[in-house]
């Protein structure tokens, strides 16, 4: 099993739709979650941190579910500057003072004109 | 003024071979790393430095070999390269006095051997 699942998409959606990726971790001892993107033969950027309170930044909410070990990413009013490959991220247990991150291999999403 | 640059950005070579990849972050970040992302675009770390000291090693052949000058380079060398190390290498750094979850990527290095 994966550690950290998620469905490969695409996901095609017209612009100003809402979006929805999910992704769930197998680690029961991760401590942070992160979604980061990654556009096309680039390299990822970190999009937002996860809480356990779940957390907003513009047009993104992020929440997390630690009983179902699943993480969500929810986008409204989608752009075409959206469409990118969304990587989920599970930080492991502290390990000589340094997390190792876990990558999911990513949801690709095409937001079309 | 690139924050995380590694060179080459690509790199095409016969197996066999023993190439390097080079890495450097001008942020004073204290942790770098290297990670593979396979065809399959899974993202694996490899290694990961703090300050000079090896500090996260995972399962790689010992044909990998990191090596960190000082805390704003990590270079990557890799003996007798073979068809299986085709992939995207990142190298990445993090800020001090965190847990290492803000990675800042190089634009990677596209390894193709042949």
Known sequence: RKEVEQDPGPFNVPEGATVAFNCTYSNSA???FFWYRQDCRKEPKLLMSVYSSGNEDGRFTAQLN?????????IRDSKLSDS???LCVAGGPMDTGRRALTF???TRLQVQP | DTAVSQTPKYLVT???NDKSIKCEQNLGHDTMYWYKQDSKKFLKIMFSYNNKELIINETVPNRFSPKSPDKAHLNLHINSLELGDSAVYFCASSPPGGAGEKLFFGSGTQLSVL
């Open chain 1, 30 to 32: 991760s401590q942070s």
């Open chain 1, 66 to 74: 630690r009983a179902s070990q699943y993480i969500s990413l929810l």
């Open chain 1, 84 to 86: 990118a490959t969304y």
């Open chain 1, 104 to 106: 999911g291999s990513g």
């Open chain 2, 14 to 16: 016969q197996m066999g």
